[in-house]
C-alpha cells in the first residue's frame, strides 16, 4: 500500500501532534471517491465539522496544486495551500494535502498543520482512504492531550461521511 509524503519539517514524531485516520471499503473506487474530497464545498454537506468554504483568485470549487482556499474546522478559521494534488488516473493513488494555518505567524496561538489524503484502489474491488495530519504550535499541544482525541474522532467522522455519501450518489 502507498504512503503519505510528508515534508521535512511535518514528519510525524517531530511536530506537536499527529493523527492517522483509514478506512478500507468494497464497493467504491478511488475515481467515485475523488470529488467528494477534491470539491471543498461538499465537506459540510457530509462533513459537519467543515464550514465556510471559499476560495481565493477566483479559483474552485475543485483543487489543484498551489491554490488558496479558507474554511472552518475544529473551531479554527483555516487558511490553507494545496501543496500536493494528484488524481486517480489509470490505477495510481490520489493525493492531496495542503498546509493550512491559523494565527498571525508568532502569535501563541498560532497553529500550522500539514493536512494529507491518499485515496487508493485496492484488489478485490476495495478502496482505501488514508488521512493524516501533523500539526505545530500551541493549539497542537493542547489538541494532543485532549481525551478523547477531538481529531482522531472528528476525521474519521470525516472518512465515514465520505463513505456514505459516495454510495448514496451511486445509489
Not at 487558511?79 to 500536493?84: L, N, Y
Not at 489509470?90 to 508568532?106: E, K, L, T
Amino acid at each position: 500500500m502507498s504512503e503519505i509524503f510528508w515534508p521535512a519539517d511535518y514528519v510525524p514524531g517531530f511536530t506537536d501532534n499527529f493523527c492517522s485516520n483509514e478506512v478500507i471499503v468494497a464497493g467504491l473506487t478511488a475515481t467515485e471517491l475523488w470529488p467528494f474530497l477534491n470539491e471543498p464545498e461538499r465537506w459540510p454537506t457530509y462533513y459537519s465539522n467543515a464550514a465556510d468554504v471559499r476560495f481565493y483568485d477566483g479559483k474552485g470549487p475543485q483543487l489543484q496544486a498551489g491554490m488558496r482556499f479558507f474554511f472552518s474546522t475544529f473551531g479554527f478559521p483555516v487558511e490553507a495551500q494545496v501543496v500536493e494534488h494528484v488524481p486517480s488516473i489509470g490505477g495510481q493513488p490520489a493525493r492531496v494535502a495542503w498546509h493550512g494555518w491559523s494565527g498571525d505567524v508568532g502569535a501563541p496561538d498560532r497553529l500550522d498543520v500539514h493536512h494529507a489524503w491518499l485515496i487508493e484502489d485496492l484488489w478485490g474491488g476495495r478502496v482505501r482512504i488514508l488521512t493524516q495530519e501533523t500539526q505545530k504550535g500551541a493549539p497542537a499541544r493542547e489538541l494532543a492531550k485532549a481525551d478523547p482525541n477531538p481529531m482522531i474522532n472528528g476525521h474519521q467522522q470525516w472518512l465515514d461521511g465520505m463513505v456514505a455519501a459516495a454510495r448514496a450518489a451511486k445509489a
